[in-house]
């Protein structure tokens, strides 16, 4: 009787082990790869946004070579993001959504710095610089929901593995390392 009964119960946690969500498995390397490539793609604007808050305003050459590093940096990493973020797809079934928001505000993303990128470095250093480069900008921001971004940090941080996996991310740890940064 014993040996049925445990039987029984080791064949029904079989059955509900089988039936866990996608959330009570591991983190694939695919899926970790997916975080990397998400904040891969912010880290670059991050630390040169960092830069140029370090620049002397009165040094105008300065700050529009680090204005113009942003906008280049940042262009080339939503690019990159962009692709891997694609290649890779979504990391599971239930983040689809998210996948799909995030893939959208790295294109438009990369296409607004991208399309900054001449006109930005065009300007003259002069005390209209800074003015005028954050006009460049927002004349070319195709960026349709910012918020995307902030809403995927979000959504990673609901999920343990993947609130796990942002903590283990090496561009996620920096981007909360200079992210601290900012705050001081």
């Known amino acids: ?19 866990g969500s996608d959330a009570d498995k591991p983190i694939t ?9 998400f904040c891969g793609g912010v880290l670059p604007g991050l630390e040169a946004g960092l830069d140029l808050r370090k620049q002397d305003p009165a040094n105008v050459a300065a700050v529009k070579a680090a204005y113009v590093k942003l906008v280049t940096s940042n262009a080339t990493a939503f690019t990159g993001a962009e692709k891997k ?9 239930e983040l689809k959504n998210v996948h799909e928001r995030l893939v959208k ?26 003015e005028s480069a954050e006009k460049v900008l927002a004349d070319t921001n195709v960026v349709t929901s ?39």
Do not use: H
């Not at 009787?1 to 039936?19: D, E, F, Q, W, Y």
């Not at 390397?29 to 490539?37: E, G, I, N, S, Y």
């Open 1 to 19: 009787m014993r040996t049925r009964l445990l039987a029984a119960l080791l064949t029904g946690a079989v059955v509900l082990t089988a039936c």
């Open 29 to 37: 390397d695919t899926q970790r790869q997916w975080v990397d490539a």
């Open 85 to 93: 973020l694609k290649e890779l797809g979504a990391p599971d079934d």
């Open 105 to 130: 505000f790295v294109t438009e993303s990369a296409k607004s710095y991208g399309d900054a990128q001449a006109p930005v470095q065009a300007l003259e250093p002069n005390a209209q610089f800074l």
């Open 146 to 184: 910012p918020e995307d971004l902030r809403a995927t940090f979000q959504e990673l941080q609901k999920r343990p593995k993947y609130a796990d996996a942002l903590g283990r991310s090496a561009p996620c740890s920096e981007i909360r390392s200079k992210g601290q940064q900012l705050g001081q």
